[in-house]
């Protein structure tokens, strides 16, 4: 057992920790995973607050993920509870305190919230003990709630939260919401700057990007871990990748609208344009001010590359645009970059990018059925795509096809 000084050095240092992650996804799921550690809890959920509501946001359950084969994630649906005293969560917002919760099937008569059973019934779980704690930045601002389910003891018996963890909880509580709130700003950022450099419907555009990203992640994840990459190294390049890989077509900021809108097929000319947005994008972040601009700049470069040396825009200077020395075919193009020669985050991002493009509507293209998307997909192994991470891509079907729900995919 930790004593009081203890857990509160631990609180300190779980806030530091967090307050390094950037992207908000990623820190919703460090955020649960710290909480429940902290307290043993088998279970716990996020909601996060839009306007009168609080949408559940992300979920993890000990003993459904053991009934899943090794590697394999759980898969869960969204939906929005309203901010009022009739659930455990909306009264939680609504009161501003926390819940302490012994026994949700015993609750006692005088409080104004009850316990939805449907989540168990659905869940083919049992909730007992529940600690649900509001999400407030120490501006007073609400971001949503967390809610841990089941307490364990040594002996893996299901007890109610102990109170003595309260205060401890309180302070991450705080330290999470100032952190959640800091990474929506930043995503909220870079979907502006998509907004801009495309053009279009800034609805479709966000959802595109923020598919291609999480996409990403997932077939990294999968990769890396075949690749017995070190668990901590696969953490920190999720986060980095996953921002990169939102603004991976920035450089259309710099196409016209003539070309980008087009509601047909590019002439060759117009093509040839459009592949720039490769190098462009990877101008703007030129300065590499830190990783998360430097891993930016190898995605918008490298994402059009193709495994077999087929892609764009191969190797170039990214000022000039022009062939490097000696990387030059008999016409004086550029050669393209080949298997490895292309990192991994532009590999990544290349399958995620045309899984979605196929999948979806374009000006110049309906959307292909799933199937065919799929097929294209195998048959460019070891073409247009590295085979391992296509490999990757299919041992996460379930979960890619769940963000595609997540993101209203078209
Ligand atoms: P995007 O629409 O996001 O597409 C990304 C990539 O998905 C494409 O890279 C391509 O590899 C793949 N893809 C998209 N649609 C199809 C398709 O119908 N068939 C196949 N086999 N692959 C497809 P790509 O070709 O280098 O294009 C880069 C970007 O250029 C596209 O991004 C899009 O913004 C634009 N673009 C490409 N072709 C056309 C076109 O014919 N008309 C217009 N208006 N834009 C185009
Ligand atoms: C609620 O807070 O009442 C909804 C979530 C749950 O019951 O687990
Ligand atoms: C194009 O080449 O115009 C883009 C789509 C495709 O690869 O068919
Ligand atoms: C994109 O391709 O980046 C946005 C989707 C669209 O073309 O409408
Ligand atoms: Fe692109
Ligand atoms: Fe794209």
Not at 251 to 271: H, N, T
Not at 290 to 309: C, M, Q, T, V, Y
Not at 395 to 409: F, H, L, M, Q, T
Request: net charge negative; hydrophobic share 40%.
């Amino acid at each position: 057992m930790l004593d009081g000084s203890q857990k509160l050095m631990q609180i300190f240092n779980l806030g530091i920790e967090i307050s390094q992650y950037r992207d908000v996804d990623l820190l919703l799921e460090r955020i649960l995973t710290l909480a429940r550690q902290f307290v043993n809890a088998e279970a716990g959920s996020i909601y996060i607050k839009e306007e009168n509501w609080l949408k559940f946001s992300y979920t993890q359950n000990d003993v459904q993920q053991k009934a899943l084969p090794p590697g394999k994630k759980l898969v869960y649906s969204t939906f929005s509870i309203p901010i009022n005293h009739e659930s455990i969560a909306g009264h939680a917002a609504c009161a501003d305190e926390m819940l302490n919760i012994p026994d949700v099937y015993d609750l006692p008569a005088d409080v104004p919230y009850t316990f939805n059973k449907e989540y168990d019934e659905l869940s083919k779980y049992t909730t007992r003990s529940v600690l649900t704690f509001p999400l407030k930045t120490s501006r007073g601002g609400m971001i949503g709630v967390l809610q841990l389910l089941n307490a364990k003891n040594e002996k893996n018996e299901v007890v109610p939260f102990d109170r003595a963890d309260e205060p401890f909880v309180k302070h991450f509580a705080s330290s999470a919401a100032i952190a959640i709130e800091r990474a929506q700003m930043t995503r909220q950022m870079i979907l502006r700057v998509n907004k801009m450099a495309e053009l279009r419907d800034p609805k479709e555009t966000g959802a595109h990007v923020n598919r291609v990203a999480s996409y990403s992640v997932e077939i990294y994840e999968a990769w890396a871990t075949t690749r017995n990459t070190p668990r901590d190294e696969i953490q920190k390049n999720r986060d980095i990748l996953r921002m990169g890989a939102m603004l991976h077509d920035v450089g259309k900021v710099a196409i016209s609208d003539a070309i980008l809108k087009k509601p047909a097929k590019l002439d060759p000319q117009e093509y040839a344009i459009m592949k720039q947005h490769t190098y462009l994008g990877a101008r703007l972040f030129a300065d590499e001010y830190s990783e998360f601009d430097e891993a930016a700049a190898i995605i918008a470069l490298n994402h059009h590359e193709r495994w077999d040396g087929a892609g764009y825009p191969g190797h170039i200077n990214v000022q000039t645009g022009a062939p490097l020395p000696g990387c030059e075919d008999e016409e004086g193009r550029p050669l393209g970059k080949k298997g490895e020669e292309i990192p991994p985050f532009g590999r990544v991002v290349a399958i995620a990018d045309v899984y979605d493009a196929l999948c979806s509507r374009r000006a110049y293209k309906e959307p292909w059925s799933e199937t065919d998307v799929l097929e294209n997909l195998r048959s460019e192994a070891g073409k247009q795509f590295d085979p391992e991470m296509i490999d990757a891509f299919f041992s996460c079907i379930d979960v890619i096809r769940n963000i595609a729900k997540r993101y209203n995919k078209p």
